[in-house]
Structures are given as C-alpha cells and as structure tokens.
C-alpha cells in the first residue's frame, strides 16, 4: 500500500497515520519526521534545511523533495508507506509522481480527509504535540494517559503557536490556496477517496480502511 494522507491542518491527519501505519504495516513518513532525523543525523540535506530555517526562512522544495525522494529508497518504505504532510503543493505532488514512476512504484490511493473550519478551530487549540518524538495528542478527543506526557515517549506536551487561533485562521488560508489544488490534481487520476473527519480517532479509522479497501 502506498498511500498519501491530504486534508486541513487539524483534520486529525497525524493521528489516523498511525491508525493506518499499523494496519497496513507501512511506515508513517512524515515531512516533521524527515526533517528532525535529517537536522539530528546532521546529513548534507539537513544542515541545508537548518540554514534556511535558522535564518527564518521557509526550506525550499527542492530540499523537502530531495529528503523524501531519499526517504522512500529506505528498505522499510520498499514494501509501501504512507506519507502525511507531503505533497503540500503541485510542485511537489510533480515531483513525488516523477520520483514513483521512475522506481515502478506507483501510488495506490490518495486519502483526503474533510472538516469544516469551525470545528478545525476547536481540536487545534487542544493539540499537543510532543516535544521529542513529534507524536500528536489532544486534551479533550486524544488526552495522553498522563497530562502534558508523551504516550509514546514520555516526552513533554506542548501548545504550539501554530495552533492558536490567529495562526489557525491563516493556515487554512495557505491550505486552501497552496494544498486544495492537489486535491483536483489527484481527483482526474482516479486515485482520491475522500473521507469525514468527524468522529472519534476510532470511527474515523474504520472509515478510512474501508475507503482503502
Ligand atoms: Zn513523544
């Protein structure tokens, strides 16, 4: 199964990767990930992307593209994987297509999660996410076991300034104009199924395994 995850920020899309990585026994590839092992590991791509980032500045695509071209060949994304955070815009849906189609690994389904805005605005003031290991939590739909701790790693929860309601509100504008189109681009493929996203983390599993069926 090599699968994408598409849908607004907020949309629960971290939390039904790992729902879904598990059931598919595919890796979770996410953009976050790739870029703190890169930064971590200190490899050529990563420095790149530190300099951009240290300087304030957005990581160019051609970096992004380069580090997930590189994720892919890994010996656990051979058997499929499922990608959350990437494409992000056209020009890198391009270039996943270019990459996929050179190894003769076409995708399999892309999957589009769909919420209204206001309830968008409820679960990210809630999210958490953890500061080591990225997973994502939410004090009211997700709560971790104990609050303000990491399920995963025991790691420490915060409330990221991404996530307040100003920043929300202009998030959903860059989806709306930068992500959406992606989503007419993999509608003429025949590749998309789109799925509510609202729900318990549960429900919304099962809805989406059986969309992927
Ligand atoms: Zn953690």
């Known amino acids: 199964m090599r699968l994408i995850l598409v849908g607004p920020p907020g949309a629960g899309k971290g939390t039904q990767a790992v729902q879904l990585s598990h059931h598919f026994s595919i890796p979770h590839i996410s953009t976050g990930d790739i870029f703190r092992l890169n930064i971590k590991g200190e490899t050529k791509l990563g420095l790149l992307a530190k300099s951009f980032m240290d300087a304030g500045n957005l990581v160019p695509d051609s970096v992004t593209n380069d580090m997930v071209a590189d994720r892919l060949t890994h010996d656990d994304a051979k058997s499929g994987f499922l990608l959350d955070g990437y494409p992000r815009n056209i020009e890198q849906a391009d270039f996943l297509k270019g990459v996929l189609e050179k190894a003769g690994t076409p995708l399999d ?71 959406e189109p992606i989503i007419s681009y993999y509608q003429s493929t025949e590749l998309l199924k789109t799925i509510s996203a609202v729900g318990e983390v549960s429900e919304i599993a099962a809805r989406a395994i059986a969309a992927l069926k």
Request: charged residues 35%; aromatic residues 6%; proline residues 3%.
């Open 109 to 179: 389904a892309v999957l589009e999660f769909k919420l209204e805005s206001a309830e968008i605005i409820k679960r990210l003031s809630g999210r958490r996410v953890c500061r080591d290991c990225g997973a994502n939590s939410h004090t009211i739909f997700n709560p971790p076991k104990v609050s303000g701790v990491c399920d995963e790693c025991g790691g420490e929860l915060y409330h990221r300034k991404d996530d307040d309601e100003d920043v929300i509100t202009h998030r959903l504008e860059v989806y709306a104009e930068q992500t």
